[in-house]
């Protein structure tokens, strides 16, 4: 029997979780900067506890990153926002740095923690390693094709989480190399803003044709790719081996983007489950993504087809 998976995604806003809930999101993922990096908004503890408020009457599951490159200080303070988290009925924390972890041990252990460091949850060993030591999902890399996801699913025994939608971060940099090449420009007269509410991009001499989006904040400088997965016409490949969670990326989207792209999602994941011996793909289907898709970026499959080479 199949298993129905989650629809993942995240909201800038109070406003966007719940028109997105609305649009048949199960769950969210969110946070603020001191904690959470590439965040779509920013939610501090009370506006998490609104989070829970508006999700959780209506089975819906609130997330909160806790991904950032974690300093001395931070660290400090993690006992008091993960217990605080527990407290406002937070469903799980987004991971990447063992010292969340061991924060969560004694201050949340009954906490659901999902790991990912992005570029290195790569295979089903260490999938295991995080699980024996108390991680609960098991978030995959971008850069995995189809291939090595299903090897991953077959050999371990931890939830997976796939994203399925959306930009992917490809740079990150602690300095703030956006702002540094902006005080060059002062004499030019074009200093501006480094955020991502400004749309800055950055392109190749080689491929003129992409731009790459580029934005800094508290957490330093981040370049996300030029393109946009969409696994919506192959989705029920990931449904067919289990996969518990698939997640759609809404950074740097518009909450009535997110919202076609929700809609599309729960659709054919319905649909699907409905009937998984007679599902079809119907190329109407991806038709509204399309109609509202920046023509600058191209809507792709990622990773998902390419092969690998060692």
Not at 204 to 231: Q, V, W, Y
């Amino acid at each position: 029997m199949a298993v129905k998976p989650e629809l993942l995604t995240t909201a800038s806003s109070l406003e966007e979780l719940e028109r997105l809930i609305a649009a048949g999101a199960d769950a969210f993922l969110i946070g603020e900067a001191r904690y959470g990096m590439r965040l779509a908004g920013q939610f501090d503890l009370e506006m998490i506890r609104q989070a829970v408020e508006l999700a959780a009457p209506q089975g819906v599951n609130i997330y909160v990153s806790v991904n950032n490159l974690m300093e001395n200080k931070v660290v400090e303070s993690l006992p008091g926002y993960l217990q605080a988290l527990t407290e406002a009925g937070v469903n799980g924390v987004m991971f990447g740095d063992p010292a969340v972890l061991m924060a969560a041990r004694s201050a949340a252990p009954d906490m659901p923690l999902h790991w990912n460091a992005e570029m290195t949850s790569t295979n089903y060993a260490t999938a295991e390693y995080w699980r024996k030591r108390g991680a609960t999902r098991f978030v995959l890399a971008r850069e995995l094709n189809m291939d090595q996801v299903i090897e991953i699913k077959e050999n371990s025994t931890m939830p997976i989480e796939v994203q399925v939608h959306g930009l992917t971060n490809i740079y990150h940099s602690k300095r703030s190399l956006v702002n540094s090449y902006l005080d060059h420009q002062k004499d030019s007269g074009k200093l501006g803003s480094a955020s991502k509410e400004q749309g800055l991009y950055v392109m190749e001499a080689e491929r003129k044709d992409e731009r790459f989006p580029i934005f800094e904040d508290a957490n330093g400088t981040h370049i996300l790719s030029s393109d946009d997965i969409c696994m919506l016409e192959n989705l029920h490949e990931l449904m067919e081996i289990g996969v518990e969670s698939l997640k759609i990326e809404g950074l740097l989207k518009t909450i009535e983007y997110n919202e076609v792209v929700v809609r599309a999602y729960r659709n054919v994941i319905d649909t699907y489950m409905a009937d998984p011996e007679g599902y079809r793909f119907q190329d109407e289907w991806l038709e509204p993504i399309k109609e509202v898709q920046d023509p600058r970026r191209e809507l792709s499959f990622g990773f998902f087809y390419k092969e690998q080479v060692y």
